[in-house]
């Protein structure tokens, strides 16, 4: 079972699941020990296919840090909070956890895309 870790302390994952907000990003980042990379990546798999089947769900892309890193961070898409928290909450996904080394530390946030002039749109 991973360790989570919260990405803001000020506002948690389970303060935004409150949110009825959308569409939203998910950053998730893990940590994990190098040793520990195939099981890791075998864990999120089976999760991203759990995910990339439940209603709501628009995209994912893992990223993994260079030269060797133990970070990876997962980009994923969805239509609204209210998704995102009926599939986190879905007992399969659920149960997936355990899977996951137990070096992994997890740190899962919700965003939304915000226009800077000139620069990006939302």
Request: hydrophobic share 45%.
């Amino acid at each position: 079972m991973p360790k989570f870790v919260e990405m803001d302390r000020a506002v948690t994952l389970a303060d935004q699941l409150k949110s009825e907000e959308g569409p939203v990003v998910l950053i998730n980042t893990f940590v994990i020990s190098s040793e520990d990379a195939d099981r890791f990546l075998a864990a999120w798999g089976a999760d991203a296919a759990i995910m990339k089947g439940q209603p709501g769900f628009i995209s994912t892309q893992l990223h993994r840090g260079i030269a060797g890193s133990g970070t990876f961070l997962n980009y994923a898409v969805w239509q609204s909070v209210a998704h995102f928290r009926t599939a986190f909450a879905d007992p399969a996904f659920q149960a997936r956890l355990a899977d996951y080394p137990e070096s992994a530390t997890v740190s899962p946030h919700l965003f939304h895309t915000i226009e800077v002039p000139g620069i990006c749109v939302a």
